[in-house]
Nanobody
Framework: QVKLVQSGGGLMQAGDSLTLSCTAV????????MGWFRQGPGKEREFVAA????????YYADSVKGRFTISRDSAKNTGYLQMDNLKPEDAAVYYC???????????????????WGQGAQVTVSS
């Protein structure tokens, strides 16, 4: 079983860039598909981005496409979410997630992931 440990987050200004990290402990991260989700104040947790196990396929929510980049460094056993041109509406708690297998389009679904990080707060001021 893998444990996901997140780092990053903080108070940013609109237009800033920030990278969130997610380190897999106990297992090789490249054995898992990876996803990032976020939950804004008073909102449900929503899909942000996903990366396939072999790194060949990425998916992004329309709201972040062109601004966010999901990636993974196998040597460091760590996944990343690079966020550029941050907007106030990007403010949320961000969660990384992992699962051994995807089925259908569950790469965008909360129940498509078995393992979750502890979350990282991102605040964006205008």
């Amino acid at each position: 079983q893998v444990k996901l440990v997140q780092s990053g987050g903080g108070l940013m200004q609109a237009g800033d860039s920030l990278t969130l990290s997610c380190t897999a402990v106990g297992r090789t991260f490249s054995s898992y598909h990876m996803g990032w989700f976020r939950q804004g104040p008073g909102k449900e947790r929503e899909f942000v981005a996903a990366l396939s196990r072999n790194g060949d396929t990425t998916y992004y929510a329309d709201s972040v496409k062109g601004r966010f980049t999901i990636s993974r460094d196998s040597a460091k056993n760590t996944g990343y979410l690079q966020m550029d041109n941050l907007k106030p509406e990007d403010a949320a708690v961000y969660y990384c997630a992992a699962v051994e297998s995807w089925y259908g389009s569950n790469w965008s679904r909360l129940d498509g992931y078995a393992y979750w990080g502890q979350g990282a707060q991102v605040t964006v001021s205008s």
